[in-house]
């Protein structure tokens, strides 16, 4: 199942809008703090397709009959561009364990590239709700290739993925190879460059937060 944010208009066209600007991505805090928002704006709506229970909550005054959360997800984000997502995510399901994986596009002489995956480390995944954030679903091999490898090492009861920008392309690889994913989008745009970035898109996400990458 594939959830789109921009079907139905919200303030989290106005947090795209500005991460898209190419004016306003100029102050690098806006661009990390508009993603961090999208990221607990996202939050949100997954929170809606859990599992709450009836609980008593006692007030100054009286019982409220509430419904609560009766498991938090665990998040995992890919490094860089994925850590003020991470952190918007972990605003909202704020007594969640994290996990972190550092994995880049590295561009060979060829100009084809290959996902690089230098660091993994997350708690234990089994019988557990896992969402995998990363602001761009581009070709969709980052996040194909680190959520196959999680699949494979641990029997993960629900697994969403979630992603800012993605191109259709890109969604449509996550689909094929991650089937049992549900996927939430903010936004989708129809065309990648040769060097297989997005077009419209914003730009290089992680470059725009933290400084142009060496490698
Ligand atoms: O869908 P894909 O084609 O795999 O592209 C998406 C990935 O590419 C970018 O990472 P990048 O390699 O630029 O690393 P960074 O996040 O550290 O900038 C982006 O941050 C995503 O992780
Ligand atoms: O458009 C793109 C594609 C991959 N990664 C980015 O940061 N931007
Ligand atoms: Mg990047």
Known sequence: MIHILTKENS?????ISELRDKEIQKDSMRFRRNIERLGEVMAYEISK???YSPQEIETPLGVAEMHTLIEQ???????RAGLPYHQGFLNVFDQAESGFIAAYRHTKKSGEFEIHRKYENTP????????????MLATGKSLVLCCRELLSEYNIKELH???IIA???GLDHVRAFISEAQIWVGDVDN????KSYI???LGDAGDLAYGVKEH
């Open 199 to 201: 077009v419209p898109g």
């Open 161 to 163: 993925i979630a992603a």
């Open 73 to 79: 997800p665990v998040l995992i984000t890919l490094i």
């Open 49 to 51: 397709t859990f599992t």
């Open 167 to 169: 191109s259709q392309e």
């Open 11 to 15: 303030i989290a066209n106005h947090f």
């Open 191 to 194: 065309e990648l460059t040769s």
């Open 124 to 135: 234990n995944l089994d019988e557990r709700i896992v969402i995998v954030s990363d602001p």
